[in-house]
């Protein structure tokens, strides 16, 4: 069995608002319940997060930002900054929680302590932009993972993976200009936050280093894995990547009623042989998960126990054996290019 580690706290639960939201602590408090009946203590490594500074968040973000959050984060109303985004006094200690438990996990890799990874934490960070909060996001915690491996082991090729049902603008921002990270977001288009076209791909350095497939709303398992296994393939013989980040959003759950695409709880297990398969081939299996959104709690336990399932079995399953299924019936003769290209 491979050493997982884990990050949970229950410090991230202090992140709350009284009224209901789709991103609450109830998330989380469920999959730490379950975590605790079905995994025993041999099967993973759970690694206490620390906080990450104020010159670590400025790798992504601007101090104009940090300082508004601040302020907002004493007022009345915690709807005072982003309709979607609260923001109470509890909320800044656990999003600096969130990103420095990934930077734990990081270091760890890196040490070769553990084999991999997943920080199950909260506030998510995808949609966090470099001077804007927004769509539950406060810190984008897996930019801020990349910065950190950048700057304190000197990689220059990281590979973000994003599957959440919502396009990663916050990282892609961060990384728009840049060609030492490559985002990859798969994501339901005409939603929230209603970025991601397949022409944005980078500008400047960063041209070419920006992917993005945007999906069809009821696209499910098979065409799922058929547009991000192809699309892995030639990005990772390409840009060979030192470190591969998840951004695992599991809100392209078939029960999740937030999207309307369908994927199940055993894709995210397929989806995590194949990006195994590929950070060996690349990085020594550097590969890292990091929790954004998911907003069913029973969907969201299953699909990350599928992930953490495939994350301990020793040997992965090739993606040949997977089954990828051909594209041209998968699209039924319909050009693939009217979903998506490259
Ligand atoms: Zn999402």
Known sequence: MNNLGLVFDNRYLHHTIPQSSPENPNRLRHLYMHLQQKLTQDCFTHITPRDATDAEIQSAHSSFYLEQLREHSIKDDPYSYDKDTYLMEESLPAARLAAGGCFCLADRIMENDIDYGFGLIRPPGHHATPGRGMGFCIFNNVALTANHLRKTYGLKRILIIDFDVHHANGTQDVFYDDKEVMVLSIHQKGMFPFTGLAEEVGEKEGKGYTINIPVHPQFANAEYTCLLGKTLQGVVEQFMPQFILVSAGFDAHIDDSISGTNLTSDWFGTITHILRKHAADSCDGKLLYILEGGYNPVSLEESVFAVMDALL??????????????????????????????
Not at 313 to 327: D, H, T
């Open 313 to 342: 079995q020793k040997n992965f399953i090739r993606p040949g054996i997977l089954s990828v299924p051909r594209a041209e019936k998968l699209f039924n003769g319909h050009p693939m290019r009217d979903y998506w290209t490259i």
